[in-house]
């Protein structure tokens, strides 16, 4: 495939999609085609699985059932928007991906992290190119997303030591891969977005 595929991960209020759509921006001055995305959801089908997910009480679904519903919604996302973009040359900007499903659903639980594994290589098949995790003081994050009112809080209203589990097993994930890379997001917006771009034109042979 002739594209090249980003994912943006991080706990809720870190700041994945402020820096998406600066990075898309970016890119885009290079002239650069870029397709900005995001999971769950992203094309019509998947944004209406989306809204089972992150939508209603917590206890809503049973793990797996959570975790399939990811799945179903990420497949349907590839098959009409991502693969069809990379496969044309475009750059794919993706907010969450897979591996927001590993941190939240498969957490400490082996079976579900082997459920996710076996699902990533069976359904997905694809791998990003450059993952970019913005980590931030979960105190910090958490007071950003309270500050927007939506109606998608269901993964938000786990409260900050659920945020801070999420961010250790992230700083875990990105030692164990080497497509990870940490940005600092602790610093204001336009701060991290140079740390963004430094790993994404680094990545890409862009310079300024
Ligand atoms: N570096 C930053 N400093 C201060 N506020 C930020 C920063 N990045 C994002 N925000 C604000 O915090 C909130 C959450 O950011 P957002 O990009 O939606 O996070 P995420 O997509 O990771 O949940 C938004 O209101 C956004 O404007
Ligand atoms: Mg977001």
């Given at each position: 495939?002739?594209?090249?595929f ?11 999609t ?19 995305t ?16 992150v939508?209603g ?7 797996t059932?959570?975790t399939?519903l ?10 009409k928007?991502?693969?069809p ?6 750059t794919?900007?993706c907010?969450?991906f897979?591996?927001s ?32 995790l ?7 994050s958490?007071s950003?997303g ?12 786990f ?8 961010r250790?097993r ?8 080497d497509?990870?890379h940490?940005?600092?997001?602790n ?22």
């Amino acid at each position: 495939m002739s594209g090249y595929f980003i994912t943006l991960e991080g706990i809720d209020g870190s700041g994945k999609t402020t820096q998406a759509i600066l990075l898309e921006k970016k890119l885009v001055t290079f002239g650069k085609k870029v397709l900005l995305t995001r999971e769950p959801g992203g094309v019509k089908g998947a944004e209406e699985i989306r809204n089972l997910l992150v939508q209603g009480k917590r206890d809503r679904w049973s793990p797996t059932t959570e975790t399939l519903l990811f799945f179903a919604s990420r497949k349907h996302h590839l098959e009409k928007c991502i693969l069809p973009a990379l496969s044309s040359n475009t750059t794919v900007i993706c907010d969450r991906f897979s591996d927001s499903t590993m941190v939240y659903q498969g957490g400490t639980n082996l079976e579900l992290i082997n459920l996710i594994k076996n699902l990533n290589e069976l359904v997905v098949g694809l791998e990003p190119d450059l993952t970019l995790l913005i980590d931030v003081d979960p105190q910090k994050s958490l007071s950003r997303g309270l500050k927007r009112s939506t109606k998608e809080d269901r993964f938000e209203m786990f409260g900050l030591e659920f945020q801070e589990k999420a961010r250790l097993r992230y700083q875990s994930l990105a030692k164990e891969l080497d497509r990870f890379h940490m940005i600092d997001g602790n610093g204001g917006i336009e701060a991290t977005h140079e740390l963004v771009w430094k790993e994404v034109s680094d990545h890409l042979n862009l310079s300024d």
